[in-house]
């Protein structure tokens, strides 16, 4: 049987420098598929998503991506594990999730369409602005205060934090942070969307969802689909190391989350929500 899988593979290469070489190992980020599936209480049993990602908080991404898009929430949920149906090969056991609902499976045609998918770069097809109005309700303003400080020292903390790509450099890392910059809970994942779902799965099964008062870091670009996965979860703001997507601003604006792009050393982008930033 096929060892269960970790989040680092070792290899050998060889390696040049300048006009030499030389031959030794070195750690890749591991990258398999997680085939996500939904049995109801009436035992229908129906297969949601297919993603590539890197093995580890399996679980956590099950629930983190059905909270996401709206398929299940952590009521929903009554059990979560690794597969042993008989249709499935022994290799595959680590590599298929099952998620036991309450309640049957949603009876929804973008089932089929949408994420049944290479997900490592996102939910593709996923409805727009308008849809998201059907489920998603508008964050309020709250009593959440970002200082300039406390934006300038999320990345660093962040980094610090993320012991895979330290060994790799090949991960992305999602983080949720406190209003004082606290670091409260970090994923990886070679998926950016990936690493914010097993994060939102995190706090659905500590029942800590919504996540209000809450920032939420990602180490690459701020897309909508992070975005969406965002709002979803209740965070109220979004930052970034790179750019937004055009999309994500606008979803930013009209939902009224926080977005911030370009946060490196002591400058950074305000796209959005800017009241919730404090400046002297």
Not at 29 to 44: K, N, Q, S, V, Y
Not at 79 to 106: F, K, M, Q, S
Request: charged content about 20%; glycine content about 12%; hydrophobic content about 40%.
């Amino acid at each position: 049987m096929k060892a269960r899988p970790g989040p680092t593979t070792r290899v050998r290469i060889r390696e040049l420098a300048g006009s030499g070489s030389r031959d030794r190992r070195d750690d890749l980020a591991t990258e398999e598929p997680l085939e996500i599936r939904l049995t109801g209480g009436d035992g229908t049993r129906k297969t949601v998503a297919i993603t590539m990602r890197t093995p580890g908080h399996d679980f956590e991404l099950a629930a983190g991506f059905l909270s996401g898009e709206g398929l299940a929430g952590p009521d929903d949920i009554a059990a979560i594990a690794y597969c042993t149906d008989d249709d499935l090969p022994p290799e595959a056991r680590y590599n298929t999730v099952t998620v036991r609902l309450h309640g049957p499976v949603p009876d929804l045609p973008a089932l089929d369409r949408h994420f049944l998918t290479s997900s490592a770069c996102g939910v593709c097809g996923s409805a727009g602005l308008d849809a998201l109005h059907g489920r998603c309700k508008p964050i309020p303003r709250g009593s959440l205060e970002l200082t300039p400080e406390v934006l300038y020292g999320l990345p660093g903390a962040l980094r610090a934090a993320q012991g895979v790509f330290g060994k790799t450099g090949g991960l992305h890392a999602a983080g949720l942070f406190s209003a004082t910059g606290t670091l409260l809970a970090l994923r990886e994942d070679v998926g950016r969307h990936n690493a914010v779902d097993k994060l939102v799965g995190w706090a659905a099964l500590a029942d800590r969802l919504p996540l209000a008062e809450h920032v939420l870091m990602v180490s690459g670009r701020a897309s909508y689909e992070i975005m969406q996965k965002a709002l979803a979860a209740g965070v109220p703001a979004v930052c970034a190391v790179s750019a937004p997507s055009s999309l994500a601003v606008d979803l930013a604006r009209e939902f009224g989350l926080t977005l911030v792009g370009f946060l490196r050393g002591e400058r950074c982008n305000v796209y959005a929500g800017q009241e919730r930033v404090v400046t002297s």
